[in-house]
């Protein structure tokens, strides 16, 4: 990690400056990372790191044509905002080809399957709406996915003692061992997901990320029944309010 801190001395523009310059700099990145963090958990040097690379200028990478040569206007009124939004779908879409190829001899069938389980690893138990929030997913949607996992007997179920109403799911020995069994190959699809970036833009993708994730999280959890234009408005707010 800290190979990737002196990667970063590296890259920053340190002609004429003294090493104390350079020291001064990122003291006062520091600064303006801790008055920018958003988290449920006290930071890190990586996620420090990821701030101080994000915040450096890279070249352009080499990129594909997407566009043809017909109706300009459409491609003139592709704004970055759009063009990084398309981005992030059509990587998802990469990586869930890599999932499904690790998924290939396994009883876990889907990368939601998977998910859930990873989830409840680490949890001795979850309500089944804590678990499917956790997930970022519709309630119907959650409720098939832990259906498909009791069948598998992958989790199991039972009454919530401090709330009739509501039912606890855990996962089971069966679902701890298929789990241990996939994970390296997890390993695989991270790597193959990263593909040729460098370990300081990997740290700097982690970090944006996490804060993109972070910020998106409240508005799913408090406001995903408005319309659009409706959370166009509300996001606008809590981004005043940071």
Not at 8 to 30: A, D
Request: proline share 3%; hydrophobic share 40%; net charge negative.
């Amino acid at each position: 990690m800290y190979s990737c801190f002196y990667s970063y001395i590296y890259n920053v523009n340190v002609v004429g400056m003294s090493r104390k310059e350079v020291l001064t700099q990122v003291i006062e990145h520091l600064f303006e990372f801790d008055n920018q963090y958003q988290g449920d958990k006290d930071y890190n040097m990586a996620d420090f790191l990821g701030y101080l690379n994000s915040s450096q200028d890279h070249p352009p990478p080499s990129a594909r044509e997407l566009a043809g040569g017909e109706e300009e206007w459409v491609r003139d009124n592709q704004d970055q905002n759009t063009e990084i939004a398309r981005m992030l779908v059509f990587n998802y879409r990469y990586a869930v080809m890599y999932f499904k190829k690790a998924l290939k001899e396994s009883n876990i069938n889907t990368l939601d399957e998977f998910s859930f389980l990873i989830v409840l690893m680490t949890y001795p138990f979850l309500t089944k709406t804590e678990l499917i929030n956790k997930l970022i997913m519709e309630k119907t949607s959650g409720v098939e996915v832990i259906k498909r996992l009791l069948k598998q007997e992958l989790i199991y179920e039972f009454d919530n003692p401090n709330d009739k109403r509501s039912i606890m799911v855990a996962i089971t020995p069966k679902g701890k061992t298929e789990l241990s069994e996939l994970l390296p190959k997890m390993g695989l699809v991270g790597s193959m997901v990263v593909g040729n970036l460098k370990p300081t833009e990997i740290s700097s993708l982690s970090f944006l990320l996490h804060k993109l994730d972070y910020y998106h999280n409240e508005i799913f959890i408090n406001y995903k029944s408005l319309s659009l234009e409706d959370l166009f408005k509300k996001s606008e707010i809590i981004k005043k309010s940071i």
